[in-house]
């Protein structure tokens, strides 16, 4: 199994950060045009990117809450886009885990993506979110400067 590591140092507290993937207002500040998240075990945590109803895949349609310690760290279940339709129909999901750790003058957001099988199936996939989560954290970073 192959796994994608990416950190980023912000001014902000872990509370705040946590915040930021654990609400609605948060995750559309930085992550989606929409969402549908419950955060309880097993709860939704679909992410959309556009708002556009009529659009049957909009997002992690299907991915769920795995854990969380309030503040601290925060898992999910996550599937590929719709370019990868064998591979998000196939009933395998990959899953992230988000630590938030305390440092002097902010927090360290450390996301662990896991799960990436060793084939070549899984090799466009993994190089996708290879660059994706580094999108996704420099958004969270620009979402953060006042």
Known sequence: M???????????SREYL????????GLNSFF???NDIEIKPNGKYEIYFTSDT???????????VLSFIPNR?????WNTPPQFKD????????WVVLEFIEIENGTLVR???????????WDKAYKYFDKAWDYVLDNLVESCIE
């Open 2 to 12: 192959r796994t994608i590591i990416k950190e980023r140092l912000i001014k902000k």
């Open 18 to 25: 946590y915040n930021k993937w654990t609400t609605n207002e």
């Open 32 to 34: 989606s045009a929409d």
């Open 54 to 64: 009529s659009i049957k895949e909009r997002g992690s349609e299907g991915c769920t």
């Open 73 to 77: 760290m925060f898992s999910f279940t």
């Open 87 to 94: 591979l998000r129909y196939s009933g395998y999901y990959t």
């Open 111 to 121: 996301l662990t993506n896991l799960g990436y099988p060793n084939n070549e199936a």
